[in-house]
């Protein structure tokens, strides 16, 4: 399974609000938020707790598991 984190730049983008704003008030890197704009990024439980934190909102708002695609 993969993670996505396109609800994540979504609500930022409902929000009007700047990737490196987010990154600020969450206290992570705009680095890490460049490597959660890839399908599949691993980020460690902690940043997402800070991103939600930061934003007032539940892991399922900002992040969804992918199922692998099976191969036939």
């Keep these: 399974m993969a993670a996505s984190y396109k609800k994540l730049f979504k609500l930022l983008i409902d929000r009007e ?4 704003d987010l990154a600020a008030k969450a206290g992570i890197s ?7 704009k890839k399908d599949g990024a691993t980020v460690s439980s902690d940043v997402l707790v800070k991103i939600c934190t930061a934003l007032n909102c539940t ?6 598991i992918i199922p692998e695609k099976e191969n036939d």
Excluded: R
């Excluded at 705009?30 to 959660?36: G, I, P, R, S």
């Excluded at 892991?59 to 969804?64: F, G, L, S, W």
């Design 17 to 20: 609000m700047k990737s490196k």
């Design 30 to 36: 705009t680095a890490t938020l460049a490597k959660m």
């Design 59 to 64: 892991m399922d708002e900002i992040v969804e």
